[in-house]
């Protein structure tokens, strides 16, 4: 583990949240100066971070992270101008 010292400022990039009826909300804010191969990299983090957590193999969490984008379960909605994206 990486530890930085000092005082650092941040911006959330990624949320998901969990409403009352179980239907998951993944908000997504778009930055300045980034790209889809930065957010591939924080996809690639969070699908390590979830192999971990769950103590499972990366295969096992990216087997089931292919069958979602293969057959996605779950409608994408963008909001215009926020720079928010809903799923």
Same mark, same amino acid.
């Not at 000092?6 to 300045?32: A, F, N, P």
């Not at 690639?44 to 057959?71: G, Q």
């Given at each position: 583990m990486h530890i930085k010292e000092g005082v650092t400022m941040s911006q959330e990039i990624?949320? *998901?949240d969990k409403e009352d009826d179980g239907k998951i909300h993944t908000h997504i804010t778009l930055l300045d100066g980034y790209n889809y191969h930065h957010y591939g990299l924080l996809i690639a983090d969070?699908?390590?971070?979830?192999? +971990?957590?769950f103590d499972v193999p990366v295969d096992d969490? *990216? #087997?089931w992270v !292919?069958? #979602?984008? !293969?057959?996605?379960?779950?409608?994408?909605?963008? +909001? +215009?101008?926020?720079?928010? +994206?809903k799923f």
């Amino acid at each position: 583990m990486h530890i930085k010292e000092g005082v650092t400022m941040s911006q959330e990039i990624l949320r *998901c949240d969990k409403e009352d009826d179980g239907k998951i909300h993944t908000h997504i804010t778009l930055l300045d100066g980034y790209n889809y191969h930065h957010y591939g990299l924080l996809i690639a983090d969070i699908i390590h971070h979830t192999s +971990v957590a769950f103590d499972v193999p990366v295969d096992d969490v *990216c #087997e089931w992270v !292919n069958k #979602e984008l !293969n057959h996605p379960t779950t409608d994408i909605t963008q +909001v +215009v101008g926020l720079g928010i +994206v809903k799923f």
